[in-house]
């Protein structure tokens, strides 16, 4: 008995061992805010590395009025199987890209946009290609399908969520999971969170691959102009995180959320962590809050947000002895903050045992002047 104990407990113990927290960052985010006329050779939204290439006439794809994010305007495909494509940056994550490929390293990465079939075409879809070697997984609704799911090109296995509508807006939500042993793609549909948990409404296994470029096309038997709408394209990475989000944000001008992360260590020893707030409208000013408490306030002083921290708050700005942030052309802001000097009145340090809450407040222009906060980040430090 001892011996079957001795074998069986350590796989009991790691069987109910909690998970790593692990935390969405942006990669690159489109939402089509650009006058209306041809894509190519735009270069809005961040995290890209590219502007829009779309054919020699730059109108593979054009803007259109008409938002489906109910901010700005549209892509929409234009020329029959002529695709559209851009280039994400990998140089920023080399933990999933480390050869400039995202994939190419394992881990959990989600895509999502909103799309519709505005015309009569018998497909249409975004595609994850590798620049001048192909497309490796087509997301949307394959030929004569008429609804939405995914293919993988090299085998030509689909996987179809049944009864979906491709001629209604559709907020579609994948995640892929890479492994050296092959790839996994879930795919919900409107679902209740950016970031679903429930289980997928298709599940598509494939081999394993890597991408550096997307691709949005459609088509059919028709000839001539093709009409398929996308916007809100959203790509992310997921990252290991400390602490647990709570109280959630607002849209703000970009179309998203803001949420907050922190890396680093919970040990209060070790003086080492780290704030960054993702998703911020570029070029905007921003800083981090803290307290000891949770609370909720709609809409302060005319905010676009909530407020979700408890008085006292310190604020880690230029009076609280810290730099204000600026989201300059990445949309985040980070600091790394003195355990032993949170800026309340009078200064206080965070102690072994406690737990704190932090938040980041910044300003937006949506359309006029205002503000807006992240999300919450409840943080139980050592």
Known sequence: MQSFLSRVLPLLLLSVAPAVAQTPVTVAFESFDYAT????????????FSTWWSGNNADDAIVRSGSLDSIGNKGTTNWEHAGSYRIPESGPHTDIAPDGRFGSGDGVMWISFRAQRAG???YGGFSLNEQFV?????IGSPWQMYEWGMEDPATGTRAMISGSNVDTVTHVVVRLTFTSAGETAEMWL???TSHPTSPAGAVLLLGDFAWNEIRLQSGGNNGGTTAYDFDEILIEKEV?????????????STGTAASIIASGSTVVADNNLTLEATNLPLNQFGFFLASRSQGFVANPGGSQGNICLGAPIARFNAAGGYSIGNSGASGSISLLIDMGNIPLTPVTSILAGETWNFQAWYRDLNPTNTSNFTDGLSVTFQ
């Open 240 to 252: 290991p995180g400390i602490g647990t989000s709570y109280c959630a944000a607002n849209l703000n």
């Open 134 to 138: 192909g497309e490796k997984l087509f």
């Open 120 to 122: 009569t075409d018998d």
């Open 37 to 48: 006329g041809g894509l190519g050779g735009l270069g809005g939204g961040t995290g890209w």
């Open 190 to 192: 409107d679902p209740g």
